[in-house]
C-alpha cells in the first residue's frame, strides 16, 4: 500500500526490517481508526449542505398549507406534482377556487424568465471582464517593479471588504447627485434606470471581483518556469506570441478552474444588485436574479422558493457539467498538479 | 540589468535589434510602475470616497455641488457610531461568528486534510469530488432549506446557526488547501518522527503542523474573510438587532427614512479594519499559499 514498500529493494538488510515492519504495522492499524479523520467534516458537510438540499427539493413537490378552497378548511398541503416548479416554468398559478390559471402580471412567478435572462446576462459580461482584467493585473502582479507590494495590496483588498459594504458604497457613488455624474459631468439615474442600474451592477461586481480572479490566475502564472519563457525568446517568439503559444496554453487548466468558480459565483448573485439597487431598478425587474427571486418568495411561500431554488442549482448543475465535459476543466487534477507543480 | 545591456552597445549591424531591447527595457522601467499606479488610483478612488465622507459632518455629504475635500473636517460620525450601542453589537456578532466559524473549519479541515493526503482509502476521489461539489453550492441557492432546517431545530436567530452555515461553506476551500500541503510532506519525515518514539499526536503538533502553517494561514484568512463578509444567510436567519453581523447592521445606517451616510461610511472604514490588516499580513503567504502546498 505505501511507496515504501514497492520501492525497498528485496535485499534491504535485515537488521531494517523490523523497523520498516513495525511501521507498516502502525500504518494499518492506524488505517482503521483513520477512518474517523474524515467523519466530522462529512457531518458537517451533510447536516449544513446536504440537508437543506434534500429537504429543499422534496418541498419543492409539497402543496402550500392553507385553507381549501373547495371545503373551507385548513389543510396540511400534501403532495403537489410538478405544480411548484409549473408555477415558475409555465407561469402559472392557482386562483381563489383552486383552478389553474396563468399568472397575473406583478406575480414573482411571471418574472422567472426574465430573472433567468438578467442573471446569465450579468454572468455572461462580467466573467468576460473580469478574466480579461484579472489576466492583466495578473500578469502585472507577476512582474517585479519597484512598487510591487503597494500594487498588489491595492489590487487584492476590494475583494477582502464586505460586498454589503462595496454595495452601499457604490449606491452612494451612484446616486443621483454622486460622483459618478459629478465626474462624468452626467445626470443619469444608476440606481433606477433599466440599463443602467444594469451597468452599474456590473461596474460594482467587476471592481469587486475582478481581484479574485487576478489571484487565481496568478496562482496559474507562478507555475510557469522561467526557462520556459527564455527557451521561447531564443527562439525569436515576440511578446505577443509569447504570450498566445507558451502562456496561454501553460495557464489554461488554471483559467478554466478560475472562470468556472466565477461562473457559478455570478450566477447566484445576490448582494450587490440587492443592496445597489434594491432588488428592482428600471421597471422594479431590471436587476432582479435568481437569488434575489428566491429570497422574496421566502416570504410568500416555502415551497414555491423550494422549487425555485432547486432550478437555480439545476442550471449551475448544468453550466459546471458543460463546463468539466465540453471545456475539459478538472477541478480536482488541475488543483492537485498546482500544488505538485509549484513544488 | 539595464548597466549590462548598455554596455554590450556596440556599433554593429547589431545596433537596431540591441537598440530595441534597450528602449523595451528603458521604458518599461516606467511604464510599469505608471500602470500600476493607474491600476491604483482606479481601484481605490470608491475608498477614498468612503474616507473623505466618513470626515465630513452629515449635512455636508449629500450637499450639491460636491466638493472633493470635506469643507469642514469632522469626526463627529466616528465618535456617534463608536458610542452607538447598536454597532457594538453588531461589531461582537461579527466577531464572534468569524473567529468561532474559523475555528470550526480549522479543526475540522485538518484532520480530514490530513487523512485524504494520506491514505489512499477506497471513495478518495469521490469524497474529494463531493467536497468540491459543495462548493458549488452557494448560501444563496440553499437559503430556503437551511432557514427551514434550522426553524425546525430552533436555531433560527441564533449564533450558532450563522456559525454553522459559515464553517460548512467555507470547509471545502480549506480542506482542498490544507490537503495539497500534507501531501507534499514526505512520508519519511513522519516516520522518522514515529521511530524516535513520538505519538501519533506529538507528530501531529510538533512537526506536521509547523510544516503546513502557510497552507493553516491561507485557509484561516480565506474563511475568516468569508465569515466577516457574509450577508445573505446572516439576513434570513437572523431577526433581532442586536444579533445581528456588520454586513447586516450597518445597512439600518442609510434607509428610507433617514440617510446618515458619514455614519455609513465610518461604520463600514472600522468594519474594513479587521479584514485589511489581517489581509496586509498575509498577503505575501497568500498567493504562496495558493499556489506551494510545498515544504520549503
Not at chain 2, 204 to 220: E, H, S, Y
Not at chain 2, 255 to 273: D, E, G, K, P
Request: charged content about 10%; overall charge positive.
Amino acid at each position: 500500500m505505501s511507496a515504501s514498500n514497492v520501492v525497498a529493494p528485496p535485499t534491504t538488510p535485515t537488521r531494517k526490517r523490523p523497523v520498516r515492519a513495525g511501521i507498516r504495522k502502525a500504518r494499518r492499524g492506524q488505517a482503521r481508526w483513520a477512518i474517523y479523520l474524515i467523519v466530522p467534516s462529512i457531518v458537517l458537510l451533510a447536516v449544513v449542505i446536504g440537508y437543506p438540499v434534500v429537504s429543499a427539493i422534496i418541498m419543492s413537490f409539497q402543496k402550500d398549507a392553507g385553507l381549501d378552497p373547495a371545503t373551507g378548511l385548513f389543510v396540511q398541503g400534501g403532495f403537489a406534482g410538478f405544480e411548484n416548479y409549473a408555477h415558475w416554468l409555465l407561469q402559472q398559478c392557482m386562483n381563489a377556487s383552486g383552478q389553474t390559471i396563468s399568472c397575473p402580471p406583478g406575480n414573482l412567478g411571471s418574472q422567472f424568465w426574465n430573472a433567468v435572462s438578467v442573471t446569465f446576462f450579468f454572468t455572461a459580461v462580467t466573467v468576460v471582464v473580469e478574466t480579461a482584467l484579472g489576466m492583466w493585473f495578473a500578469f502585472i502582479m507577476n512582474r517585479t517593479f519597484r512598487g510591487r507590494a503597494l500594487v498588489r495590496a491595492a489590487i487584492l483588498v476590494p475583494w477582502a471588504i464586505p460586498t454589503a459594504v462595496t454595495a452601499k458604497l457604490w449606491f452612494f457613488i451612484f446616486s443621483v447627485a454622486g460622483v459618478a455624474n459629478a465626474v462624468l459631468n452626467t445626470h443619469i439615474l444608476w440606481v433606477s434606470d433599466e440599463w443602467a442600474s444594469r451597468f452599474a451592477v456590473i461596474i460594482a461586481d467587476t471592481w469587486k471581483t475582478t481581484p479574485f480572479m487576478a489571484l487565481l490566475i496568478l496562482a496559474g502564472l507562478q507555475v510557469i518556469p522561467e526557462e520556459v519563457y527564455e527557451a521561447a525568446k531564443v527562439d525569436g517568439a515576440t511578446s505577443w506570441q509569447r504570450f498566445w503559444q507558451v502562456t496561454l496554453p501553460l495557464i489554461r487548466p488554471a483559467l478554466l478552474v478560475a472562470v468556472l468558480f466565477r461562473v457559478l459565483d455570478a450566477l447566484r448573485i445576490y448582494d450587490l444588485p440587492a443592496i445597489l439597487t434594491h432588488g428592482g431598478g428600471g421597471t422594479g425587474n431590471a436587476t432582479t436574479t435568481l437569488s434575489i427571486l428566491v429570497v422574496d418568495q421566502i416570504r410568500q411561500g416555502f415551497n414555491s422558493a423550494s422549487a425555485l431554488s432547486t432550478i437555480t442549482f439545476i442550471i449551475i448543475f448544468i453550466v459546471a457539467f458543460i463546463f468539466v465535459r465540453i471545456l475539459g476543466t478538472n477541478v480536482v487534477r488541475t488543483q492537485e498538479a498546482q500544488q505538485k507543480g509549484a513544488k | 540589468m539595464t548597466s549590462s545591456t548598455l554596455t554590450r552597445v556596440s556599433p554593429t549591424r547589431t545596433v537596431p535589434l540591441q537598440r530595441k531591447l534597450r528602449g523595451w527595457k528603458g521604458a518599461r522601467r516606467w511604464v510599469l510602475p505608471i500602470a500600476g499606479l493607474a491600476v491604483i488610483i482606479i481601484f481605490v478612488i470608491p475608498y477614498i470616497v468612503m474616507l473623505l465622507d466618513a470626515f465630513r459632518p452629515s449635512s455636508e455629504v449629500l450637499a450639491t455641488p460636491p466638493t472633493f475635500l470635506p469643507k469642514t473636517w469632522s469626526l463627529q460620525a466616528f465618535s456617534q457610531v463608536i458610542a452607538d450601542p447598536s454597532f457594538h453589537n453588531w461589531l461582537t456578532s461579527s466577531l464572534i461568528v468569524a473567529v468561532s466559524s474559523t475555528i470550526i473549519v480549522i479543526v475540522v479541515a485538518i484532520p480530514a486534510a490530513y487523512f485524504t493526503a494520506r491514505f489512499k482509502f477506497k471513495g478518495r476521489m469521490a469524497f474529494l469530488g463531493l467536497v468540491v461539489v459543495t462548493q458549488m453550492f452557494a448560501p444563496t441557492s440553499l437559503v430556503v432549506g437551511i432557514y427551514r432546517e434550522f426553524y425546525d431545530l430552533g436555531l433560527i436567530n441564533t449564533y450558532t446557526s450563522l456559525i454553522l452555515t459559515d464553517a460548512a461553506f467555507n470547509l471545502a476551500f480549506a480542506l482542498w488547501i490544507l490537503q495539497g500541503f500534507f501531501s507534499a510532506i514526505p512520508k519519511e519525515i513522519e516516520e522518522a518522527a514515529w521511530i524516535d518514539g513520538a505519538s501519533h499526536l506529538g507528530t501531529m503538533m510538533r512537526i506536521m503542523l509547523p510544516l503546513t502553517l502557510p497552507g493553516i494561514v491561507t485557509a484561516v484568512t480565506f474563511t475568516f474573510i468569508a465569515a466577516w463578509n457574509e450577508y445573505v444567510v446572516a439576513l434570513t436567519l437572523i431577526q433581532s438587532d442586536n444579533l445581528k453581523p456588520l454586513t447586516v447592521g450597518i445597512n439600518s445606517y442609510v434607509t428610507q427614512y433617514q440617510q446618515n451616510w458619514s455614519q455609513m461610511f465610518a461604520a463600514s472604514l472600522i468594519a474594513i479594519v479587521p479584514v485589511v490588516i489581517l489581509f496586509a499580513l498575509i498577503e505575501k503567504h497568500l498567493i504562496g499559499g495558493m499556489t506551494a502546498g510545498a515544504v520549503k
